[in-house]
């Protein structure tokens, strides 16, 4: 396990992140104090440990440093993607600051670069923050105590609230058929398209029309023509993981105790939350690559360590390429296989959890 070299770092966020990046430097960046800014120019100053969002690459690079002794963590957010669209930013900085390291959430063997993973880090027990500047009171005090925005969160959403006093399997994040649906347009009609594979998008084209015509977008058929399409690797796990958040979601949602909550608008919120003691959270894994620690998987640690269930699909000691992915493809499918046989829908929380955790020593026999 690795460290970053100081225990204090300035961090230049857009407003959406900043909670992710405090989660980081408490739990996996053993970070003391941090400061955020939106403004460069805070940033000029001698040895210091700056952590910049793949947002800002561009106006980091514009800013005429008087200093360039500091030390530059980027982290990708969707990993390989994020280092394709951004990679001229990228290299530019990497000529301007000597000490730069990006880190993102995959291991595939299509990487050259020298990245770190989220999982070169250590995940701690508990959080190692003592200071937080540049953000509001109200977004400290979401962080710091918790309890407060649980309790106000509870009441704003009663009675729908109780319902989660009793026990519950919960998945909190996208993958009911509108989000799938739009992560396939999304990749055909965001402004970084060009640098996806044509072969994906055609794929994705096929998906969209198909939808329109039968309702269904994809079927345990789906991931064998993901394993023998022509894309690269880290597009063959993004579309695999679409497709196993839609199988097991749908299948999910047959059972009386299971509730997905999805990225809509709605600000009533199950993760960021310690009041809900009886809910179980289920952890699919990240969409942008197979660390094992990534936002929501620390979101679950710091608030329902001993209450979720963790799928490992694609296993974060391995570097993915073509032949072990399609190894892997075999376990999952075998895995969907027997899980679509159990049809308790009625069954409390306990048993559908020992099913699905019984089930997951299949995923990692590749790994015996």
Sequence with gaps: MIRLDKNESYILSPENRIYDYILFCDFVFNQKKIFFSES?????????????????????????????????????????????????????????FKNLKLINLSKFSLEKNNFLSLDDFLLNEEGTLNKIEGISYLKKIKYNYPIIFSVYNFIKYIPRSFEFLREKLVFVGYGDNNDIKNALIYILESPNSINRSNQLKKLCKLKINEFKNQKTIFNLNSLNEILNSKIRIDEKYYMSNLIIRYLILNYLRNFKVFYHKNNSNDAFDLLKNNLYKRTNHLDLGSMSGNAKNYPRSILIHKFHKDRNIRLNFFNSKITYDHENFKKQIGLIIKFFNYLFEFQDYDCNVSTIKKKLLELNNILEKQNL
């Design 40 to 96: 460069v120019d805070i940033f000029d100053k001698e040895n210091i440990q700056i952590i910049l969002d793949i947002k800002y690459l561009k106006k980091f690079y514009d800013y005429k440093f008087k200093n360039n002794s500091f030390k530059i963590i980027i982290f990708l957010w969707n990993s390989q993607i994020d280092y394709i669209n951004n990679q001229k930013y990228i290299k530019l900085l990497e000529k301007k």
